[in-house]
């Protein structure tokens, strides 16, 4: 089993609409939890940290359960440039702060 | 007035070479990785560095040499290139302090390797 398991996609998504997708992972002992965007043929830049409470950082929202391991992110009013890969990201203190990315969920936004 | 740079961006080359990819930050962070990403989009971590201390090593066949010659700095030489090898391989670098404290990546080395 991959530590961290995301749904590949890809989620077709009309403009202005809403969209969410899930992340497990399987170490209990995760203590930071990012969601990355990655563009097409580009590097993965921070999206959002994910916090215990859950937050929100504009139209973005992501939300924490510990105790079924996983995290999830919700898009509102889904604009063409959020048409990216989504990286779930884990990372461990015992591991070296080691982060372990999940595969990516793509999300297309269309007109 | 590029925070992590790598040299170079596009790298072909045939089986059985040796080849070198370079990277730099200019951050001041203290901690810099090895990622290769595959044709499977997978992100996977190959080496960390901490103030030129290797800190992680994954599973990465010895044909793969990191060499960190100061803390902005943190290189990747690989021996008897394969097939295999071709990805791309991104650095990145992260401040020591702070669990919740990102991780900043360079704009990727894509290896073919025929």
């Known amino acids: 089993r991959k530590e961290v398991e995301q749904d590949p996609g890809p989620f077709n998504v009309p403009e202005g609409a809403t969209v969410a997708f899930n992340c497990t992972y399987s170490?209990?002992?995760?203590?930071?939890f990012f969601w990355y965007r990655q563009d097409c043929r580009k590097e993965p830049k921070l999206l959002m940290s994910?916090?215990?409470s859950g937050n929100e950082d504009g139209r973005f929202t992501a939300q924490l359960n510990r105790a079924s391991q996983y995290i999830s992110l919700l898009i509102r009013d889904s604009k063409l440039s959020d048409s990216a890969t989504y990286l779930c990201?884990?990372?461990?203190?015992?591991?070296?702060?080691?982060?372990?990315f999940g595969g990516g969920t793509r999300v297309l936004v269309k007109p | 007035d590029t925070a992590v740079s790598q040299t170079p961006k596009y790298l072909v080359t045939q089986m059985g070479n040796d080849k070198s990819i370079k990277c730099e930050q200019n951050?001041?962070?203290?901690?810099m990785y090895w990622y290769k990403q595959d044709s499977k989009k997978f992100l996977k971590i190959m080496f960390s560095?901490?103030?030129?201390?290797?800190?992680i090593n994954e599973t990465v066949p010895n044909r793969f040499s990191p060499k960190s010659p100061d803390k902005a700095h943190l290189n990747l030489h690989i021996n008897s290139l394969e097939l295999g090898d071709s990805a791309v391989y991104f650095c990145?670098?992260?401040?020591?302090?702070?669990?919740?404290?990102?991780?900043?990546f360079g704009p990727g080395t894509r290896l073919l390797v025929l």
């Open positions: 990145a670098s992260r401040p020591i302090a702070g669990l919740q404290e990102t991780q900043y």
């Open positions: 170490n209990s002992a995760s203590q930071s």
């Open positions: 994910v916090y215990s």
């Open positions: 990201v884990v990372s461990t203190v015992a591991a070296g702060n080691k982060l372990t």
């Open positions: 951050l001041g962070h203290d901690t």
């Open positions: 560095y901490n103030n030129k201390e290797l800190i």
